[in-house]
């Protein structure tokens, strides 16, 4: 087994410089409603980001799915009102 640390290479796969494991992240899935266009899902995904914790935020505009990522699962207070702070309504 070989191992680049500068590159960060174990065993050609790429491996960020503090290593393997980084801890366990959490992804839930919400339902928001009011979304119709890219400006909207922009408006969302900035206010949901804000939230301490959040790393990463994708909103499937069909379907009002709003995908959030983070190193802990946001309380669901926090998400409804940043939801709401965005100017949309969280139904699930």
Request: hydrophobic share 35%.
């Amino acid at each position: 087994m070989t191992h680049d640390t500068q590159l960060g290479y174990l065993q050609g796969v790429a491996v960020p410089p503090w290593g393997m494991y980084v801890g366990s992240m959490s992804e839930t899935t919400y339902t928001v409603t009011g979304m119709t266009c890219g400006h909207c899902a922009t408006s969302v995904t900035e206010e949901v980001s804000k939230i301490d914790g959040v790393t990463d935020v994708r909103v499937d505009l069909p379907t009002g799915a709003v995908t959030v990522t983070g190193s802990r699962e946001p309380a669901a207070a926090d998400i409804r009102a940043a939801v709401e702070e965005a100017g949309y309504r969280l139904t699930a």
